[in-house]
């Protein structure tokens, strides 16, 4: 048996170092610990990876993202026989969870979504580095409640798809707004801001969907602010089967989450999975849905 070596008194390197000699270069805006953390974010970091000051304490970790994209094709896969994955990254940033579903053979599009277009431009960038094709990747920047209210039952509504946004290529990707919307959507991933830095001090097991998760209304009115648990009834009545992920705080009280999957009609099963990274517990993904195994190492 490999030997185990007590972690207690671990102590991190000083200025972000984190045994490579590299110290932080952006003291100012990246804290040091998500800098020595760099390359669990995106193991190609080191290519040219970028990232503005939020994506850094927000973005999933390689590790993490990849797993998810994982369980969410094999749920697909039981309800669905000879076809591939359309998801929707409602909160897509700079990328970790889009790179991770469009790597994979059986999704054939991911459609990222993000208010910010400069966020999508540095996904479609960190994409290019992981070399995801072109046409496995559809940027759109919009508010993720008007794209899901655009669907139901897993089906395209027509007069929801028109807007004004310019559509441009970058790094090879189309960059655009609801007017690229596909015809239908299969599997739903959600990560909404959970609020800042600050959510570990709502205290263990007291972070819930509902006061918790505040997504702002858009500047036009027509959008107007949501919490966690609107957004997971916007994604159950977007989909024809409710394959739904949902990645949250670590805090995260398990019975809030299953109070909104019952308002949001979901009967199925709830799965809380703890994201443990190099033996630390990170955050959950709640899965909601048809009942899948999980996959093997």
């Known amino acids: 048996k490999p030997k185990k070596y007590p972690v207690q008194n671990y102590k991190p390197l000083p200025n972000g170092d984190c045994g490579d000699g590299i110290v932080n270069p952006y003291p100012s805006k990246v804290e040091d610990k998500f800098w020595a953390q760099r390359r669990r974010l995106f193991s190609r970091f080191d290519e040219g ?66 208010t910010d277009r400069s966020k999508l431009r540095l996904a479609a960038q960190n994409a ?22 655009a669907y139901r039952d897993g089906k395209r509504i027509s007069s929801t798809v028109i807007d004004g946004s310019g559509v441009e290529d970058f790094c090879g990707y189309r960059v655009g707004g609801l007017s690229l919307l596909p015809e239908q ?20 097991r007291n972070y819930n969907l509902a006061t918790c998760i505040k997504v702002g209304a858009d500047k036009g009115g027509e959008c107007k602010q949501s919490n966690g648990e609107d957004i997971l009834v916007m994604a159950v009545s977007a989909l024809q089967n409710p394959i739904v992920a949902y990645f949250l705080p670590r805090n995260t009280n398990g019975v809030s989450v299953s109070r909104s999957a019952l308002k949001s009609g979901i009967r199925g099963e709830i799965e809380m999975e703890q994201n443990v990274l190099n033996g630390k517990f990170k955050t959950i993904t709640a899965y909601f849905g048809v009942k899948t195994n999980q996959p093997k190492d």
């Open 185 to 204: 959507m299969h599997a739903i991933f959600l990560s909404p801001p959970w609020g800042g830095m600050d959510y570990e001090n709502i205290g263990p």
């Open 128 to 149: 290019s580095i992981y070399g995801v094709p072109s046409h496995k990747l559809l940027f759109l920047e919009a508010d993720a409640c008007k794209v899901m209210t």
């Open 49 to 114: 990876i970028q990232l503005d000051s939020e994506s850094w304490f927000s973005v999933t970790p390689e590790a993490i993202a990849i797993h998810i994209a994982e369980r969410l094709a094999q749920q697909f896969s039981v309800t669905t026989a000879n076809e591939n994955m359309i998801v929707l990254d409602a909160f897509c940033g700079c990328g970790g969870n889009a790179i991770a579903f469009g790597s994979r053979p059986d999704v054939s599009l991911v459609v990222c979504v993000d």
